[in-house]
């Protein structure tokens, strides 16, 4: 049951990451705009933003439009549930991954490394080895 929560956890972070993935091509808010059809433009309602399973009911296709939805957000939620798995108990590396994923796809889809994403996890990974990392061992 732990293993699932787990799981559904990495799910739910990983939907996250596809928003931030797609808005950072589109220089939309994260956070200011309800999620939104790539296609059509139409507000997704609470039930179509259920991480997977909406995907598989919907038949990968748009409940407004009916086009198909880009397999980047099945792939990337999968993907991070699993990660979640494998390191569940490592937080700080979670939060490292989460930018790797973004970074990754991100440069798959555009063959460019935003330094909007780069920049924050130099300085979350800096001050990490600085306050929690081996940085102490040598004072």
């Not at 705009?33 to 609470?46: E, T």
């Not at 039930?47 to 099945?74: A, E, H, M, T």
Request: glycine share 6%; aromatic share 20%; with cysteine.
């Amino acid at each position: 049951m732990f293993y699932l929560l787990i799981f559904i956890l990495g799910l739910s972070v990983g939907s996250f990451l596809n928003v931030v993935i797609c808005r950072l091509e589109t220089k939309e808010s994260i956070v200011a705009k309800r999620s939104h059809c790539p296609q059509c433009g139409a507000v997704l309602k609470w039930y179509d933003l259920i991480p997977l399973l909406s995907f598989v009911f919907l038949l990968g296709k748009c409940r407004s439009c009916g086009k198909k939805i880009n397999w980047q957000y099945p792939v990337v939620e999968i993907a991070t549930g699993l990660l979640f798995l494998l390191f569940f108990n490592l937080y700080f590396y979670l939060i490292i991954i989460c930018f790797l994923i973004i970074i990754f796809v991100y440069d798959s889809r555009h063959y460019i490394i935003p330094d909007k994403v780069v920049f924050p996890a130099i300085i979350l990974s800096f001050f990490y080895s600085i306050f929690i990392g081996s940085f102490l061992n040598f004072l």
